[in-house]
């Protein structure tokens, strides 16, 4: 399964749950020049529960962060986010 949160990604496997930061390759000495603009991917935490992966999403928003507006929106971003995959999963129960 592969939920895309905004600024995150959260893959999941049988075993684990792994959370990717979503990126654009930035020019540099080791970078070649067609990826330069091009998205990417960057393994952030392997987490063996959802639970954990989105402890560690909340902890992240506070450590990118030095405003407190910023911390407290991107929460609610996750929030709402997370909000709408319970609905999700609630309406495709009840079906």
């Known amino acids: 399964m592969r939920l895309d949160l905004g600024k995150y990604v959260l893959e999941t496997d049988e075993v684990q749950f ?3 930061e979503k990126r654009i390759v930035q020019p540099g000495k080791r ?3 067609e990826n330069v603009g ?5 393994d952030l935490a392997y987490c ?3 639970e954990n992966a989105l ?3 909340s902890k992240r928003a506070f450590i990118d962060n030095e405003d407190i507006r910023d911390v407290v929106n991107e ?3 996750l929030e709402s986010k997370i909000e ?3 609905q999700l999963f609630d309406l495709k129960g009840e079906k």
């Open 84 to 86: 709408g995959l319970i």
């Open 18 to 20: 792994l959370v990717k």
């Open 31 to 33: 970078t070649k020049k």
């Open 48 to 50: 063996s529960s959802f």
């Open 75 to 77: 929460m609610r971003v």
């Open 55 to 57: 402890k560690f999403l």
């Open 38 to 42: 091009k998205p990417v991917e960057k």
